[in-house]
Nanobody, 117 residues
């Protein structure tokens, strides 16, 4: 059973950085494809970054060049480094995992990121 717990969110000023973590359990982490998504109030959920079991990464246009995704298979943990944060990055961020690329078997409960001056 896919179990994921996000951490690292908070309230920061525009231009700041945050590092999110996603601790996984209940499944063979190294064999799964992973993703970070976000949902802002009144908006649909958006996948912002993905990383495959072979560490191939993709990014949404809105975050490319500012966010970095990586995974630590030894620690069953995935990370999202977010730099140059903007108010429009404000959202609840979720991590997901799946056996098939692009299809996710489960998501965490999310961590709130608020970017405001």
């Amino acid at each position: 059973q896919v179990q994921l717990v996000e951490s690292g969110g908070g309230l920061v000023r525009p231009g700041s950085s945050l590092k999110l973590s996603c601790k996984a359990s209940g499944f063979p982490f190294e064999n799964y494809h992973l993703a970070w998504s976000r949902q802002a109030p009144g908006k649909e959920r958006e996948v912002v970054a993905t990383i495959t079991s072979l560490h191939f990464t993709t990014y949404a246009v809105s975050v490319k060049g500012r966010f970095e995704i990586w995974r630590d298979n030894a620690g069953d943990t995935m990370f999202l480094q977010m730099d140059s944060l903007k108010p429009e990055d404000t959202a609840v961020y979720y991590c997901g995992a799946g056996r098939v690329r692009g299809r996710y078997d489960g998501w965490g409960q999310g961590t709130q990121v608020t970017v405001s001056s």
